[in-house]
């Protein structure tokens, strides 16, 4: 299963992710290139980062 969750940085995202995670799934996290809090989110096999703002999401789609 994969996941793409937006807002990984957060309160609500870091959850997310720590949840999904542990039910098995595959996560990619969409996170701002000038995000500053990029360091809260697990490094884990199963998560990939893809730098992606709004504004470019489409582009961010071959990543996922």
């Known amino acids: 299963?994969?996941?793409v969750i937006t807002?990984?940085?957060?309160?609500?995202?870091?959850?997310?992710?720590?949840?999904?995670?542990?039910?098995?799934?595959?996560?990619?996290?969409?996170?701002?290139?000038?995000?500053?809090?990029?360091?809260v989110l697990k490094i884990d096999r199963t998560i990939h980062v893809v730098s992606c703002g709004f504004c470019t999401l489409m582009d961010c789609v071959s990543s996922i």
């Open 1 to 3: 299963m994969r996941i």
């Open 7 to 39: 807002g990984a940085t957060g309160f609500i995202g870091r959850n997310l992710v720590t949840l999904f995670l542990n039910k098995g799934a595959e996560v990619f996290v969409l996170v701002r290139q000038d995000s500053t809090h990029r360091e």
